[in-house]
């Protein structure tokens, strides 16, 4: 079996190379950038409106909608809680060890121009949400058919669908139920108890698979509470960590400006990280994170019963900043800022390094419950994702047997190695963006009608 596994990650490493290292670089910046000029800028133009729309009404306790809607806060926190992950405390650990801490700037200009890509998602969802079964659902498949209406559309749809199922449901649990286990068994480990990580997996499992009975509603009930909290939690914590070495905040910057151009001069010519690498590695955890291009969170967009389309599509640039800007940022300053990063440690156990080396031993333990929080959220969000895409592929009775996979996968991602389960994740992560972006750019001309009706002022039609 160790041969099997040893063999499985090879074969995927490669395939991530050419992945990561030129095809989905291109595609992903491609339809950011391509969006971000022809919506003139809008990530920045119109952040004021999407944060007043986000935050302006905000209620913990959304009110029930009919056919399996959601307020659009619950839309919003459903995809925040499937965007806020693993990806922002153990993506960013792992970005900075494998790209170095210049992959924090490709991070943050993928997440830049993934702010307008995310609109253009958002909005389509909206545009092409329809009702199945008596429930509101929408998502990549119903606008990549719209976008083509032939065999073509239909191959494609179902491609997406196959990989996202594979993507989020079954490799993405695994990294999130992954990183959990290794988060708790750091704790453990530090003060000599011998509880295997499976054990975590098992216990995550039995509260996932509650919640997936549940519904939509249930999930939605459940992370427009979790998903503020846990996040204002993170954000203390993180803060006070920061304000304790704020005087190393300068030398981060540095670090992170000067590795993005020259990693060498940052980390030294032996360790032999290259410019190509830690844009691969920015570009790709930055995805795992915010999600923008991949097109899972349009699902959870589809379902808000939202003024209009345009204003979902604010809404929804508000999850990237959220989540990259914000929380995956927190966690790279609070590795760079307390000097762990040459520590030996890896993944999680990085970030846990960083808090116990600042807060003492409770560091670890505030970190794995955070993680707990954040990963379970992701699950519940991927989950339903995966949910809405099997729903489309098979009907409504293979959901149940979705689910119990799901579940198994939990289970064996909290005993994998941490390199097998991060490739896999990225590997089919990268492989769902293409479909999905090759409908991005066939609809663009109908994003951009929607722009114009809700969104564009007097001087943007002008100049049109």
Request: include cysteine; hydrophobic fraction near 50%; charged fraction near 15%.
């Given at each position: 079996?160790?041969?099997?596994?040893?063999?499985?990650?090879?074969?995927?490493?490669?395939?991530?190379?050419?992945?990561?290292?030129?095809?989905?670089?291109?595609?992903?910046?491609?339809?950011?950038?391509?969006?971000?000029?022809?919506?003139?800028?809008?990530?920045?133009?119109?952040?004021?409106?999407?944060?007043?729309?986000?935050?302006?009404?905000?209620?913990?306790?959304?009110?029930?909608?009919?056919?399996?809607?959601?307020?659009?806060?619950?839309?919003?926190?459903?995809?925040?809680?499937?965007?806020?992950?693993?990806?922002?405390?153990?993506?960013?650990?792992?970005?900075?060890?494998?790209?170095?801490?210049?992959?924090?700037?490709?991070?943050?200009?993928?997440?830049?121009?993934?702010?307008?890509?995310?609109?253009?998602?958002?909005?389509?969802?909206?545009?092409?949400?329809?009702?199945?079964?008596?429930?509101?659902?929408?998502?990549?498949?119903?606008?990549i058919r719209a976008a083509f209406t032939g065999k073509?559309?239909?191959?494609?749809?179902?491609?997406?669908?196959?990989?996202?199922?594979?993507?989020?449901?079954?490799?993405?649990?695994?990294?999130?139920s992954n990183s959990i286990g290794a988060a708790f068994s750091e704790v453990f480990a530090s003060r000599n108890l011998n509880i295997p990580p499976i054990t975590v997996g098992l216990l995550i499992a039995v509260v996932a698979g509650f919640v997936f009975i549940g519904g939509t509603q249930r999930l939605a009930s459940v992370v427009e509470k979790i998903v503020p909290i846990m996040a204002f939690v993170y954000i203390i914590g993180?803060?006070?960590?920061?304000?304790?070495?704020?005087?190393?905040?300068?030398?981060?910057?540095?670090?992170?400006?000067?590795?993005?151009?020259?990693?060498?001069?940052?980390?030294?010519?032996?360790?032999?990280?290259?410019?190509k690498e830690a844009i691969r590695y920015g570009v790709a955890r930055g995805l795992f994170s915010n999600e923008a291009g991949m097109g899972s969170t349009p699902h959870a967009h589809a379902r808000a019963a939202a003024k209009n389309p345009h204003e979902?599509?604010?809404?929804?640039?508000?999850?990237?900043?959220?989540?990259?800007?914000?929380?995956?940022?927190?966690?790279?300053?609070?590795?760079?800022?307390?000097?762990?990063?040459?520590?030996?440690?890896?993944?999680?156990?990085l970030t846990q390094t960083a808090f116990v080396n600042t807060f003492g031993s409770s560091g670890d333990i505030f970190i794995a419950v955070c993680l707990l929080f954040f990963a379970f959220s992701t699950i519940l969000g991927w989950h339903f994702f995966g949910r809405i895409n099997v729903k489309y592929l098979f009907g409504q009775k293979a959901v149940k047997i979705y689910s119990l996979i799901v579940i198994l996968f939990i289970i064996v991602g909290s005993t994998l190695k941490v390199e097998l389960v991060w490739q896999l994740a990225d590997c089919f992560n990268g492989l769902m963006v293409i479909p999905n972006a090759i409908a991005l750019f066939a609809l663009s001309g109908v994003v951009m009608g929607i722009y114009k009706k809700y969104g564009s002022n007097d001087s943007d039609k002008n100049d049109d």
């Amino acid at each position: 079996m160790e041969l099997f596994l040893d063999n499985l990650l090879e074969v995927v490493v490669a395939v991530n190379g050419f992945l990561w290292n030129f095809l989905l670089l291109f595609i992903l910046c491609g339809v950011g950038i391509y969006y971000t000029f022809k919506l003139k800028f809008i990530q920045v133009r119109k952040f004021g409106e999407g944060f007043r729309l986000v935050f302006g009404n905000l209620k913990l306790n959304g009110e029930k909608k009919e056919h399996g809607e959601m307020t659009p806060f619950q839309s919003l926190a459903t995809a925040i809680a499937a965007q806020v992950g693993t990806g922002n405390l153990t993506g960013a650990a792992t970005a900075l060890l494998s790209g170095g801490p210049g992959a924090i700037f490709w991070m943050w200009l993928s997440a830049f121009f993934g702010m307008a890509t995310i609109y253009s998602e958002a909005t389509l969802a909206q545009k092409y949400k329809t009702v199945v079964d008596g429930e509101v659902t929408g998502g990549p498949v119903y606008y990549i058919r719209a976008a083509f209406t032939g065999k073509f559309g239909k191959v494609l749809a179902a491609t997406f669908s196959v990989l996202i199922i594979l993507a989020l449901g079954f490799m993405g649990n695994m990294v999130q139920s992954n990183s959990i286990g290794a988060a708790f068994s750091e704790v453990f480990a530090s003060r000599n108890l011998n509880i295997p990580p499976i054990t975590v997996g098992l216990l995550i499992a039995v509260v996932a698979g509650f919640v997936f009975i549940g519904g939509t509603q249930r999930l939605a009930s459940v992370v427009e509470k979790i998903v503020p909290i846990m996040a204002f939690v993170y954000i203390i914590g993180s803060l006070a960590l920061i304000g304790m070495n704020i005087s190393e905040v300068p030398e981060a910057f540095k670090m992170i400006i000067v590795g993005a151009f020259n990693p060498k001069a940052v980390l030294g010519g032996a360790v032999g990280i290259s410019i190509k690498e830690a844009i691969r590695y920015g570009v790709a955890r930055g995805l795992f994170s915010n999600e923008a291009g991949m097109g899972s969170t349009p699902h959870a967009h589809a379902r808000a019963a939202a003024k209009n389309p345009h204003e979902q599509g604010l809404t929804a640039m508000v999850s990237v900043f959220i989540d990259t800007f914000i929380i995956l940022n927190l966690t790279a300053f609070s590795i760079l800022t307390s000097g762990v990063l040459d520590s030996g440690k890896e993944g999680i156990a990085l970030t846990q390094t960083a808090f116990v080396n600042t807060f003492g031993s409770s560091g670890d333990i505030f970190i794995a419950v955070c993680l707990l929080f954040f990963a379970f959220s992701t699950i519940l969000g991927w989950h339903f994702f995966g949910r809405i895409n099997v729903k489309y592929l098979f009907g409504q009775k293979a959901v149940k047997i979705y689910s119990l996979i799901v579940i198994l996968f939990i289970i064996v991602g909290s005993t994998l190695k941490v390199e097998l389960v991060w490739q896999l994740a990225d590997c089919f992560n990268g492989l769902m963006v293409i479909p999905n972006a090759i409908a991005l750019f066939a609809l663009s001309g109908v994003v951009m009608g929607i722009y114009k009706k809700y969104g564009s002022n007097d001087s943007d039609k002008n100049d049109d």
